[in-house]
């Protein structure tokens, strides 16, 4: 395990986000994952160990309607997508798990996509 290597250092900053961020049944936990093409949004209960909502840029919806825009404008809809499945499910309070990435760029604009649309954290 190098000490300079991109992937090391998310895993570093995650398992120190990790420590502190718990999903409960009140509150669960929205955990974001991005790769170079795509981003990927779940909310997570980890008292029960399971996924309750989840939304991707993979998804017909989406990419239907994501065609010729940016990768941010992509995760914006899947910020709101996951928010309205989400209030569908009667979850209005969450807790963001950036998952190691730096709070910006796609992390942010899934999260901006998920206020908008209602979401609390």
Not at 1 to 17: A, E, L, P
Not at 19 to 40: D, I, N, Q, W
Not at 87 to 115: C, M, P, T
């Amino acid at each position: 395990m190098g000490v300079n290597r991109k992937s090391d250092q998310r895993t570093r900053r995650k398992s120190r986000i990790r420590k502190k961020v718990r999903g409960t049944m009140e509150r669960p936990r929205l955990s974001v994952f991005r790769s170079a093409r795509h981003v990927y949004a779940q909310i997570v209960d980890d008292t029960r160990g399971c996924t309750l909502v989840a939304a991707s840029s993979l998804e017909k919806t989406v990419a239907e309607a994501a065609v010729d825009k940016k990768k941010v404008e992509k995760a914006v809809m899947v910020g709101k997508l996951v928010a309205e499945r989400a209030k569908a499910q009667g979850i209005e309070k969450v807790v963001f798990d950036r998952n190691g990435f730096l709070y910006h760029g796609r992390i942010k604009a899934i999260s901006d996509g998920a206020r908008e649309t209602g979401l609390k954290f």
